[in-house]
């Protein structure tokens, strides 16, 4: 007959020197029973075995492990040992995007402003938030979710559950428009044409996907906002994807996409990368006070930096300059007569900062330069002066302009050719860290297979052990 459970003491952990051999004496009858419950006194029974019999005192091996534990796990940010020990492994060295918003006064030229109201989007590219990077990263670290079920976390002890619909509704955009998230192949909508969309963005039919040299200027600009406020990615911004040509055709057109779908997939994609960046730290900042989430015990909030806002410095730095007549090109097209030179073009702090620094780098020298500037060295130059040629000097500057010319489109080629280049160079990469990452999941699988193998012989700790 089957023993009866109920019949059977389980084994008493304060009972001194009880060990499961003692339990296993009382009889057959609940020796099944025994074996299964004494697993809980085993732990506490080899601990006590290395400390004297102390009365009314915590063993130091047990206390040590608690401050131990205490050290390494806040239970205000994580929720489990385990999420703490994800955040520490995965996330806590990872770089925070913040995101970036428009001067459209500045960039009043390309109207920034009505191509983005047209779709819905002004909001998301006029914020200006603090950032907070352990709450980011928080953020990701103890996010769960389901394949299209919503995103839950947790800040500061508060839990954090949206979907698309709440996600919008905090980023005040609409919840409406083509749903996608698809960058390795050209994503099938009703009325796209990838063919059409390459003429638009390049200014001239191609047969493949562009590289961000070889767009106009205008979609070249998008194509970077795009990378860093609506999908952020870390590295170099030369290569467009599918989804990134696709978002730049839909502006151009006013194909209208739910850009909230958007973000929310991204969210997701890197909370399961081990290596992306982190991205959307200004809207993780508007999401968490939704939620009503105290930061006020933050000690990372940084501001904004004038570098993060899309002006005229922005466009110099992606080397487009600005023609006297209003418009933008590359700066490699436009002769240096035609520049606007005007105090107009403006630069960002930090480019002020950057030529304080090299000014400060350089005054021991420009005496040197108005010395030598003064003497016979300029009057053999002024015979060079613009003014002092004749006829055929002046055949001789045209063909001499025509010969930069050529040699500025020639030096373009090959900036292309290298890109190109690149770019394969860049897909093997891809290719061998895919490689890599498989071989890393195999390893993490078989490491976790071998930690439960050698917890079920080889207990440490007892079952109250998080």
Not at 16 to 26: L, P
Not at 206 to 217: E, F, G, K, Y
Not at 222 to 228: A, K
Request: hydrophobic content about 35%.
């Amino acid at each position: 007959m089957a023993p009866k459970r109920g019949l059977v003491e389980p084994t008493s952990t304060g009972s001194k020197g009880k060990t499961t051999d003692e339990a296993q004496m009382a009889g057959t009858k609940g020796k099944r029973s025994n074996l299964q419950r004494s697993g809980g006194s085993k732990q506490k029974t080899s601990a006590e075995a290395l400390q004297p019999s102390n009365k009314g005192k915590r063993p130091v091996l047990e206390e040590s492990f608690e401050i131990r534990k205490k050290a390494t796990f806040n239970r205000s940010s994580f929720t489990t040992p385990q999420l703490a020990q994800r955040f520490h492994l995965h996330f806590a060295n990872r770089t925070v995007i913040p995101g970036r918003n428009i001067d459209f006064a500045k960039l009043s030229y390309f109207h920034f402003d009505v191509l983005f109201a047209r779709m819905g989007w002004l909001p998301i590219v006029s914020v200006k938030e603090f950032l907070y990077p352990k709450v980011v990263k928080c953020f990701y670290s103890n996010m769960t979710f389901e394949d299209e079920g919503p995103i839950t976390t947790t800040i500061n002890g508060v839990q954090i559950v949206f979907d698309v619909a709440e996600l919008c509704q905090i980023l005040e955009i609409p919840n409406e428009g083509v749903c996608l998230y698809e960058a390795k192949k050209w994503p099938r909508v009703e009325g796209f044409k990838p063919a059409e969309a390459i003429h638009r963005l390049c200014g001239y039919p191609r047969t493949s996907r562009p590289t961000s040299h070889l767009l106009t200027v205008l979609s070249r600009i998008l194509q970077h906002m795009i990378s860093y406020i609506f999908i952020p990615k870390g590295g170099h911004r030369d290569d467009v994807s599918f989804l990134e040509a696709f978002l730049v055709d839909s502006i151009l057109t006013e194909r209208k996409v739910n850009i909230g779908y958007v973000i929310f997939q991204h969210m997701k994609a890197c909370s399961m990368s081990e290596d992306s960046v982190l991205p959307y730290g200004m809207f993780i900042t508007k999401i968490v006070k939704y939620f009503n989430v105290n930061l006020r015990n933050e000690t990372d909030r940084k501001k904004l930096k004038s570098f993060d806002t899309y002006d005229r410095a922005s466009l110099q730095r992606m080397h487009f300059v600005r023609k006297k007549d209003g418009s933008w090109a590359r700066k490699s097209s436009v002769p240096p007569s035609e520049v606007d030179v005007s105090s107009d073009n403006g630069s960002s702090e930090d480019e002020e900062i950057e030529d304080q620094d090299v000014e400060g780098r350089t005054s021991e020298h420009a005496n040197v330069t108005r010395i030598l500037s003064t003497g016979g060295v300029r009057d053999r130059a002024d015979v060079n002066h613009p003014s002092l040629i004749g006829t055929n000097d002046s055949q001789a500057s045209d063909n001499l302009n025509v010969q930069i010319s050529s040699l500025g489109t020639r030096l373009e080629e090959i900036v292309l050719a290298n890109d190109r280049r690149l770019t394969s160079l860049e897909n093997h990469i891809d290719g061998l860290h895919e490689e890599v990452k498989e071989g890393m999941q195999v390893i993490r699988a078989q490491h976790d297979e071998m930690m439960v193998f050698l917890r079920s012989h080889f207990p440490l700790h007892g079952p109250d052990h998080i």
